[in-house]
């Protein structure tokens, strides 16, 4: 098998998830304006995205991270589909058998999904900016960027946070499908006041990680306001969620996108009456109520 020269920074699995009946990714491309349909295999991905010539100039293998990555998506894949299964069937506010192992792999996966796309790769070459170490290339942002990726204590420092979190699933019901993007693992405040680009540490933010267009995850932190929900770790919530609800969790892969929002279905109405608020308190109170 050849080595592919495409590569996910969400990967395939997890957006085949949010195709219709007929196997249609449904994107919506917020800075054009523009709704295609797209094949899981080539969105959310560019070329060589993790290529690294400097390994191949030492006689390593170039492509040692994409193949670390593609292993645990492998195994989170196996995971969460069973999941999925069982938060399906289950009743309201019945647990989810989630083994010390699973919980582990998963957390690291949701941590470096946050850490391993185009947007977070920016974020660094932004910040890199400000320093003297300008990464002003794209060989020089891809090492800065596999750097991060390959900092034991930085993630770490991030899945250790999502692991010990309380992890609450929530069933939608409604006719309104959850949306994903291109940078999908999104943070929102304690207070519910806003969503959050990144700084997941400390004030009570969480993680909102959307599994299937009728599933959610959320990882709350052993921290006010949230540790009355320790009780419910692993658990199917009890609430049921509104459309309303779901259309404002869905705001959180308008914000977080870096440029595409997935769905399952050609309607991104409500995507486009949110975009240009970003920045604003237009939607404050309808989160605060939510």
């Not at 290529?51 to 894949?77: C, F, R």
């Not at 942002?141 to 390959?150: D, E, K, N, Q, S």
């Not at 999502?162 to 959850?178: H, Q």
């Not at 996108?257 to 050609?266: G, H, I, Y």
């Amino acid at each position: 098998m050849s080595d592919p020269k495409l590569h996910h920074y969400v990967p395939q699995f997890y957006l085949r998830r949010f195709c219709d009946a007929s196997g249609r990714l449904w994107a919506w491309d917020r800075e054009a304006d523009r709704v295609f349909v797209a094949k899981p295999g080539s969105v959310a991905a560019e070329r060589s995205f993790y290529y690294l010539d400097v390994l191949a100039e030492q006689g390593h293998d170039p492509l040692t991270l994409e193949k670390q990555l593609a292993s645990i998506e492998h195994e989170t894949a196996c995971i969460t589909n069973q999941w999925i299964e069982w938060i399906r069937g289950e009743h309201l506010g019945m647990k989810v058998p989630i083994p010390d192992p699973n919980r582990a792999i998963v957390a690291q996966f949701i941590a470096l999904q946050f850490l391993r796309t185009a947007d977070y790769r920016d974020i660094l070459a932004r910040f890199a900016s400000t320093t003297e170490h300008v990464a002003s290339s794209e060989r020089e942002r891809r090492i800065l960027h596999t750097g991060a990726l390959w900092d034991d204590k930085l993630i770490a420092r991030f899945s250790d946070r999502i692991e010990s979190s309380a992890w609450v699933f929530a069933r939608n019901g409604t006719d309104v499908p959850f949306m994903a993007s291109d940078n999908p693992v999104a943070f929102r405040q304690g207070d519910n006041s806003m969503w959050l680009k990144a700084g997941m540490f400390g004030g009570g933010t969480y993680v909102v990680y959307p599994l299937t267009p009728d599933v959610v995850m959320y990882c709350y932190p052993s921290e006010e306001p949230w540790l009355k929900l320790a009780s419910f770790d692993s658990c199917v919530s009890p609430v049921t969620l509104s459309a309303d609800m779901v259309d404002s969790e869905n705001t959180a892969q308008v914000f977080m996108a870096s440029r595409f929002v997935f769905s399952c279905r050609d309607d991104f109405a409500m995507a486009r009456e949110f975009a240009p608020t970003i920045g604003t308190d237009a939607y404050a109170h309808y989160w605060e109520s939510s």
